[in-house]
Protein backbone atom coordinates (compact mmCIF):
# COMPACT_ATOMS: atom_id res chain seq x y z
CA UNK A 1 0.00 0.00 0.00
CA UNK A 2 1.36 3.04 -1.15
CA UNK A 3 1.89 6.28 2.01
CA UNK A 4 -0.41 8.64 1.33
CA UNK A 5 1.38 11.71 0.07
CA UNK A 6 -0.11 14.18 2.49
CA UNK A 7 2.32 15.61 5.07
CA UNK A 8 1.71 16.57 8.17
CA UNK A 9 4.93 17.78 9.49
CA UNK A 10 8.32 18.51 8.32
CA UNK A 11 11.13 18.87 11.27
CA UNK A 12 14.59 18.76 10.18
CA UNK A 13 18.55 19.12 12.06
CA UNK A 14 21.76 19.86 10.79
CA UNK A 15 22.10 16.01 9.47
CA UNK A 16 18.87 14.81 8.12
CA UNK A 17 15.29 15.41 7.02
CA UNK A 18 12.32 14.23 9.28
CA UNK A 19 8.82 13.54 7.64
CA UNK A 20 5.33 13.09 9.37
CA UNK A 21 2.63 11.47 7.48
CA UNK A 22 -1.30 12.34 7.83
CA UNK A 23 -1.61 8.42 8.46
CA UNK A 24 1.18 8.72 11.31
CA UNK A 25 3.96 7.28 9.67
CA UNK A 26 7.48 8.86 9.62
CA UNK A 27 9.97 8.56 7.38
CA UNK A 28 13.37 9.95 7.45
CA UNK A 29 16.03 10.95 5.13
CA UNK A 30 19.96 11.56 5.40
CA UNK A 31 20.91 15.16 4.27
CA UNK A 32 23.49 13.84 2.35
CA UNK A 33 21.22 11.77 0.30
CA UNK A 34 18.93 14.65 0.12
CA UNK A 35 21.69 16.89 -1.40
CA UNK A 36 22.51 13.65 -3.86
CA UNK A 37 19.15 13.46 -5.36
CA UNK A 38 18.04 17.33 -5.85
CA UNK A 39 16.26 17.52 -9.23
CA UNK A 40 17.63 20.40 -9.83
CA UNK A 41 20.95 18.37 -10.72
CA UNK A 42 18.85 15.96 -12.77
CA UNK A 43 18.62 16.83 -16.63
CA UNK A 44 14.89 17.99 -16.71
CA UNK A 45 14.60 15.60 -19.70
CA UNK A 46 16.84 12.02 -19.28
CA UNK A 47 16.35 12.27 -15.33
CA UNK A 48 19.86 11.58 -15.44
CA UNK A 49 22.06 13.10 -12.56
CA UNK A 50 24.36 16.17 -14.19
CA UNK A 51 26.29 16.17 -11.10
CA UNK A 52 28.87 13.82 -9.31
CA UNK A 53 29.31 13.59 -5.08
CA UNK A 54 32.55 14.94 -5.15
CA UNK A 55 30.70 18.09 -6.46
CA UNK A 56 29.45 19.45 -3.43
CA UNK A 57 30.56 18.87 0.51
CA UNK A 58 31.41 15.91 2.15
CA UNK A 59 28.86 16.61 4.53
CA UNK A 60 25.57 18.72 3.68
CA UNK A 61 24.29 20.66 6.30
CA UNK A 62 20.55 21.12 6.36
CA UNK A 63 19.77 24.87 7.95
CA UNK A 64 15.97 24.89 7.37
CA UNK A 65 13.38 22.74 5.96
CA UNK A 66 9.12 23.83 5.01
CA UNK A 67 6.29 23.06 3.43
CA UNK A 68 5.48 25.06 0.81
CA UNK A 69 2.11 23.70 -1.81
CA UNK A 70 3.00 19.76 -1.47
CA UNK A 71 6.38 19.88 -1.90
CA UNK A 72 9.21 20.21 0.58
CA UNK A 73 11.82 22.86 0.49
CA UNK A 74 15.39 22.34 1.64
CA UNK A 75 17.82 25.16 2.85
CA UNK A 76 21.52 24.85 3.15
CA UNK A 77 23.80 25.86 4.68
CA UNK A 78 26.85 27.61 3.17
CA UNK A 79 24.88 27.19 -0.04
CA UNK A 80 22.60 29.95 -2.37
CA UNK A 81 20.57 27.21 -3.73
CA UNK A 82 17.44 25.80 -2.24
CA UNK A 83 15.92 22.10 -2.94
CA UNK A 84 12.57 21.43 -3.37
CA UNK A 85 11.32 17.73 -3.11
CA UNK A 86 7.64 16.73 -4.29
CA UNK A 87 5.87 15.29 -0.93
CA UNK A 88 4.66 12.63 -3.40
CA UNK A 89 7.84 11.45 -4.52
CA UNK A 90 9.64 11.27 -1.34
CA UNK A 91 6.57 9.32 -0.14
CA UNK A 92 7.43 6.81 -2.94
CA UNK A 93 11.25 6.67 -1.84
CA UNK A 94 10.23 6.07 1.67
CA UNK A 95 7.91 3.10 1.46
CA UNK A 96 8.16 1.52 -2.29
CA UNK A 97 11.51 -0.76 -3.08
CA UNK A 98 12.47 -0.07 -6.78
CA UNK A 99 9.21 -1.93 -9.19
CA UNK A 100 9.77 -5.84 -9.48
CA UNK A 101 8.20 -8.83 -9.97
CA UNK A 102 8.58 -10.75 -6.16
CA UNK A 103 9.76 -14.39 -7.47
CA UNK A 104 7.96 -17.29 -5.65
CA UNK A 105 9.42 -20.81 -5.52
CA UNK A 106 7.07 -23.64 -6.08
CA UNK A 107 5.69 -24.47 -3.48
CA UNK A 108 4.46 -28.62 -3.14
CA UNK A 109 4.57 -31.05 -5.25
CA UNK A 110 2.51 -32.54 -8.26
CA UNK A 111 2.40 -29.28 -10.55
CA UNK A 112 0.54 -29.47 -13.75
CA UNK A 113 2.36 -27.48 -16.43
CA UNK A 114 -1.36 -27.22 -18.39
CA UNK A 115 -3.31 -25.10 -15.32
CA UNK A 116 -0.26 -24.34 -12.52
CA UNK A 117 1.48 -21.89 -14.94
CA UNK A 118 0.34 -18.84 -17.55
CA UNK A 119 -0.19 -19.95 -21.22
CA UNK A 120 -1.21 -17.91 -23.75
CA UNK A 121 -1.95 -18.32 -27.62
CA UNK A 122 0.85 -16.65 -30.05
CA UNK A 123 -2.38 -14.56 -31.26
CA UNK A 124 -3.08 -13.44 -27.62
CA UNK A 125 0.10 -12.40 -26.93
CA UNK A 126 0.37 -10.63 -29.73
CA UNK A 127 -3.07 -8.57 -30.05
CA UNK A 128 -3.31 -8.15 -26.80
CA UNK A 129 -0.70 -5.82 -24.24
CA UNK A 130 -2.61 -6.36 -21.41
CA UNK A 131 -2.62 -10.31 -21.34
CA UNK A 132 0.86 -10.15 -22.49
CA UNK A 133 1.32 -8.18 -19.36
CA UNK A 134 -0.05 -10.64 -17.39
CA UNK A 135 1.77 -13.24 -18.88
CA UNK A 136 5.04 -11.68 -18.45
CA UNK A 137 4.18 -11.12 -14.96
CA UNK A 138 3.57 -14.57 -14.18
CA UNK A 139 6.92 -15.90 -16.03
CA UNK A 140 8.84 -13.65 -13.47
CA UNK A 141 6.74 -15.07 -10.95
CA UNK A 142 7.76 -18.15 -11.59
CA UNK A 143 9.94 -18.59 -13.56
CA UNK A 144 8.33 -20.67 -16.42
CA UNK A 145 5.38 -19.67 -19.25
CA UNK A 146 4.25 -21.18 -22.49
CA UNK A 147 2.93 -20.06 -25.73
CA UNK A 148 0.66 -22.10 -27.70
CA UNK A 149 -0.28 -22.31 -31.53
CA UNK A 150 3.33 -21.05 -32.58
CA UNK A 151 3.94 -22.03 -35.84
CA UNK A 152 5.87 -24.64 -36.63
CA UNK A 153 8.42 -22.39 -39.38
CA UNK A 154 11.30 -21.98 -38.58
CA UNK A 155 11.51 -18.25 -38.01
CA UNK A 156 8.42 -18.17 -35.72
CA UNK A 157 10.50 -18.26 -32.36
CA UNK A 158 12.44 -15.19 -33.31
CA UNK A 159 8.84 -13.43 -34.38
CA UNK A 160 7.12 -14.83 -30.79
CA UNK A 161 10.38 -13.62 -28.99
CA UNK A 162 9.87 -10.15 -30.73
CA UNK A 163 6.92 -9.75 -28.22
CA UNK A 164 8.96 -10.93 -25.10
CA UNK A 165 12.57 -9.39 -24.87
CA UNK A 166 16.17 -9.09 -27.11
CA UNK A 167 17.57 -12.31 -28.31
CA UNK A 168 20.87 -12.86 -27.65
CA UNK A 169 23.40 -14.50 -30.25
CA UNK A 170 26.02 -16.93 -29.52
CA UNK A 171 28.73 -19.22 -30.99
CA UNK A 172 25.37 -21.42 -32.35
CA UNK A 173 23.71 -18.08 -33.93
CA UNK A 174 20.14 -16.31 -33.11
CA UNK A 175 18.90 -19.64 -32.98
CA UNK A 176 20.11 -23.63 -32.40
CA UNK A 177 18.31 -26.42 -33.31
CA UNK A 178 17.97 -29.25 -30.70
CA UNK A 179 17.76 -32.65 -32.57
CA UNK A 180 19.99 -35.91 -32.49
CA UNK A 181 23.42 -35.66 -34.81
CA UNK A 182 25.71 -38.65 -35.47
CA UNK A 183 28.26 -36.85 -33.36
CA UNK A 184 26.92 -34.24 -31.56
CA UNK A 185 28.93 -31.53 -30.09
CA UNK A 186 27.02 -31.31 -27.43
CA UNK A 187 24.81 -33.79 -25.44
CA UNK A 188 21.71 -31.98 -26.14
CA UNK A 189 21.84 -32.74 -29.76
CA UNK A 190 21.56 -36.74 -29.02
CA UNK A 191 18.65 -39.15 -28.14
CA UNK A 192 20.04 -39.23 -24.46
CA UNK A 193 18.24 -37.88 -21.45
CA UNK A 194 19.28 -35.07 -20.17
CA UNK A 195 19.45 -34.40 -16.53
CA UNK A 196 18.36 -31.32 -14.92
CA UNK A 197 20.74 -28.56 -15.37
CA UNK A 198 20.68 -24.87 -16.29
CA UNK A 199 22.58 -23.68 -19.86
CA UNK A 200 25.66 -22.13 -20.78
CA UNK A 201 27.25 -21.32 -17.22
CA UNK A 202 30.48 -20.49 -18.92
CA UNK A 203 29.36 -17.52 -20.81
CA UNK A 204 29.64 -14.26 -19.47
CA UNK A 205 27.03 -13.30 -18.80
CA UNK A 206 24.93 -16.77 -18.50
CA UNK A 207 21.70 -16.45 -20.97
CA UNK A 208 19.04 -14.83 -18.94
CA UNK A 209 16.26 -16.33 -20.60
CA UNK A 210 15.68 -19.76 -22.12
CA UNK A 211 12.79 -20.09 -25.17
CA UNK A 212 12.45 -23.88 -26.63
CA UNK A 213 9.85 -23.93 -29.56
CA UNK A 214 8.63 -28.02 -30.35
CA UNK A 215 8.36 -27.60 -33.87
CA UNK A 216 8.14 -32.01 -33.85
CA UNK A 217 7.24 -33.77 -31.10
CA UNK A 218 7.75 -37.53 -30.34
CA UNK A 219 4.68 -39.59 -29.17
CA UNK A 220 7.20 -41.88 -27.28
CA UNK A 221 9.68 -40.38 -24.83
CA UNK A 222 11.76 -36.89 -24.75
CA UNK A 223 9.26 -35.83 -22.25
CA UNK A 224 10.41 -32.16 -20.79
CA UNK A 225 11.47 -31.78 -17.06
CA UNK A 226 11.72 -28.81 -15.21
CA UNK A 227 12.37 -27.66 -11.62
CA UNK A 228 12.34 -24.48 -9.41
CA UNK A 229 16.28 -24.09 -8.04
CA UNK A 230 14.52 -21.01 -5.73
CA UNK A 231 12.96 -24.71 -4.43
CA UNK A 232 15.70 -26.79 -4.27
CA UNK A 233 18.42 -24.49 -2.94
CA UNK A 234 15.68 -23.42 0.04
CA UNK A 235 15.54 -27.30 0.63
CA UNK A 236 19.27 -27.24 1.15
CA UNK A 237 19.54 -24.47 3.06
CA UNK A 238 16.81 -25.79 5.44
CA UNK A 239 17.86 -29.33 5.83
CA UNK A 240 21.90 -28.74 5.35
CA UNK A 241 23.08 -25.23 6.25
CA UNK A 242 26.92 -26.06 6.36
CA UNK A 243 26.02 -27.63 2.32
CA UNK A 244 24.38 -24.64 1.31
CA UNK A 245 26.82 -22.26 2.26
CA UNK A 246 29.91 -24.82 0.44
CA UNK A 247 27.72 -24.53 -2.82
CA UNK A 248 27.13 -20.65 -2.01
CA UNK A 249 31.10 -19.79 -0.83
CA UNK A 250 32.99 -22.31 -3.99
CA UNK A 251 33.93 -21.00 -7.41
CA UNK A 252 33.10 -23.87 -9.72
CA UNK A 253 34.93 -23.46 -13.03
CA UNK A 254 32.86 -24.28 -16.36
CA UNK A 255 34.17 -24.77 -19.47
CA UNK A 256 33.01 -25.57 -22.78
CA UNK A 257 34.83 -25.92 -25.92
CA UNK A 258 33.76 -27.21 -29.89
CA UNK A 259 35.54 -26.33 -33.21
CA UNK A 260 34.43 -22.74 -33.00
CA UNK A 261 34.06 -21.94 -29.33
CA UNK A 262 35.91 -22.10 -26.31
CA UNK A 263 34.23 -20.66 -23.57
CA UNK A 264 35.59 -20.41 -19.67
CA UNK A 265 33.85 -19.38 -16.59
CA UNK A 266 33.88 -19.40 -12.48
CA UNK A 267 30.53 -19.18 -10.53
CA UNK A 268 29.05 -20.88 -7.35
CA UNK A 269 26.30 -23.30 -8.05
CA UNK A 270 24.05 -21.21 -5.77
CA UNK A 271 24.83 -17.76 -5.80
CA UNK A 272 23.06 -15.44 -3.47
CA UNK A 273 22.34 -11.57 -3.17
CA UNK A 274 23.80 -9.03 -0.61
CA UNK A 275 21.23 -10.07 1.99
CA UNK A 276 21.54 -13.53 1.59
CA UNK A 277 18.91 -14.29 -0.69
CA UNK A 278 18.96 -16.84 -3.60
CA UNK A 279 19.10 -15.07 -7.40
CA UNK A 280 20.51 -17.79 -9.13
CA UNK A 281 21.50 -21.13 -9.81
CA UNK A 282 23.82 -22.63 -12.09
CA UNK A 283 24.08 -26.32 -12.91
CA UNK A 284 25.63 -28.31 -15.11
CA UNK A 285 27.39 -31.45 -14.41
CA UNK A 286 28.72 -31.84 -18.15
CA UNK A 287 30.33 -28.44 -18.14
CA UNK A 288 32.27 -28.68 -14.62
CA UNK A 289 35.97 -28.45 -15.37
CA UNK A 290 38.16 -30.34 -12.83
CA UNK A 291 38.06 -28.40 -9.78
CA UNK A 292 41.34 -26.88 -8.12
CA UNK A 293 40.91 -26.93 -4.66
CA UNK A 294 42.61 -28.57 -1.32
CA UNK A 295 42.51 -31.35 -0.42
CA UNK A 296 39.35 -30.42 2.50
CA UNK A 297 38.12 -27.94 0.43
CA UNK A 298 37.79 -30.65 -2.76
CA UNK A 299 35.76 -33.32 -0.34
CA UNK A 300 34.11 -30.95 1.64
CA UNK A 301 32.68 -29.61 -2.22
CA UNK A 302 31.52 -32.92 -3.08
CA UNK A 303 29.67 -33.64 -0.24
CA UNK A 304 27.55 -30.56 -1.02
CA UNK A 305 27.74 -30.41 -4.65
CA UNK A 306 25.63 -34.74 -4.61
CA UNK A 307 23.47 -33.15 -1.86
CA UNK A 308 22.51 -31.02 -4.27
CA UNK A 309 22.35 -33.48 -6.89
CA UNK A 310 20.55 -35.97 -5.27
CA UNK A 311 17.71 -33.07 -4.56
CA UNK A 312 17.24 -32.81 -8.27
CA UNK A 313 16.41 -36.39 -8.88
CA UNK A 314 13.76 -36.19 -6.03
CA UNK A 315 10.33 -35.96 -8.58
CA UNK A 316 8.63 -34.20 -5.57
CA UNK A 317 10.88 -31.42 -6.86
CA UNK A 318 10.28 -32.09 -10.71
CA UNK A 319 7.90 -30.66 -13.25
CA UNK A 320 6.71 -33.43 -16.19
CA UNK A 321 5.48 -32.47 -19.70
CA UNK A 322 5.64 -33.01 -22.90
CA UNK A 323 5.55 -30.19 -25.34
CA UNK A 324 3.20 -30.44 -27.98
CA UNK A 325 4.14 -29.56 -31.92
CA UNK A 326 3.61 -25.62 -31.84
CA UNK A 327 4.12 -24.85 -28.29
CA UNK A 328 6.51 -22.81 -26.62
CA UNK A 329 8.06 -22.53 -22.97
CA UNK A 330 10.07 -19.73 -22.10
CA UNK A 331 12.40 -20.10 -18.30
CA UNK A 332 14.72 -17.95 -16.41
CA UNK A 333 17.80 -20.04 -17.19
CA UNK A 334 19.27 -19.09 -13.91
CA UNK A 335 16.48 -20.41 -12.42
CA UNK A 336 14.75 -22.87 -13.87
CA UNK A 337 16.94 -26.11 -14.06
CA UNK A 338 15.53 -28.48 -17.70
CA UNK A 339 16.06 -31.36 -19.21
CA UNK A 340 14.21 -34.62 -21.06
CA UNK A 341 13.61 -38.16 -21.03
CA UNK A 342 15.18 -40.19 -23.38
CA UNK A 343 14.01 -41.00 -26.97
CA UNK A 344 14.87 -42.91 -29.95
CA UNK A 345 14.77 -40.63 -33.11
CA UNK A 346 15.33 -43.24 -35.25
CA UNK A 347 11.78 -44.07 -34.49
CA UNK A 348 9.89 -40.99 -33.98
CA UNK A 349 11.97 -37.76 -34.97
CA UNK A 350 11.96 -35.07 -32.73
CA UNK A 351 12.93 -31.21 -32.98
CA UNK A 352 12.98 -28.40 -30.84
CA UNK A 353 14.43 -25.15 -31.82
CA UNK A 354 15.56 -22.69 -29.06
CA UNK A 355 17.18 -19.22 -28.81
CA UNK A 356 18.56 -17.40 -25.38
CA UNK A 357 17.09 -13.89 -24.72
CA UNK A 358 18.88 -11.15 -22.13
CA UNK A 359 17.96 -11.37 -18.79
CA UNK A 360 17.46 -7.02 -18.98
CA UNK A 361 15.08 -7.15 -21.92
CA UNK A 362 12.81 -9.19 -20.68
CA UNK A 363 12.33 -7.67 -17.23
CA UNK A 364 12.20 -3.96 -19.30
CA UNK A 365 9.27 -5.62 -21.15
CA UNK A 366 7.60 -6.66 -18.60
CA UNK A 367 8.39 -3.14 -16.10
CA UNK A 368 6.99 -1.24 -19.31
CA UNK A 369 3.98 -2.98 -20.11
CA UNK A 370 3.28 -2.61 -15.80
CA UNK A 371 3.82 0.96 -16.42
CA UNK A 372 1.46 1.47 -19.10
CA UNK A 373 -1.22 -0.31 -17.12
CA UNK A 374 -0.13 0.60 -14.02
CA UNK A 375 -0.65 -2.32 -12.68
CA UNK A 376 2.30 -1.50 -10.04
CA UNK A 377 2.85 1.62 -8.60
CA UNK A 378 5.70 3.68 -10.09
CA UNK A 379 8.34 5.75 -7.81
Known amino acids: MKIPATLKGVHAN ?38 DIADFPPAPKIRAASLHEGAVQVHWE ?22 HVPMQPWIGGALDASHDFAWLTLAQAGESAADRSRWLSRLLTNGIAFLSEVPAT ?56 QALHMLIASPDGGENLF ?39 ERPLIQLSCDGAVTGVHYNNRSIAPLRLSLDDTQAFYGAYRKFALLLRDPAFQLKFRLRSGDLVLFDNQRILHGRTPFSSAKHPRHLRGCYLTRDSVYSESALLRRHFNAVPSA
Open 78 to 99: HEAHTATFDAGWLAAQADTPFE
Open 227 to 265: ADGLALAARLRHDDPDAFARLTGTAVPFRYQSKDADLYA
Open 14 to 51: ADSLTLQWADGRTSQFAAIWLRDNQSEQRDAHSGQRLV
Open 154 to 209: DDAILEAMSLVGRVAETNYGLVFDVRSAAQPENLAFSDLGLGLHTDNPYREPVPGF
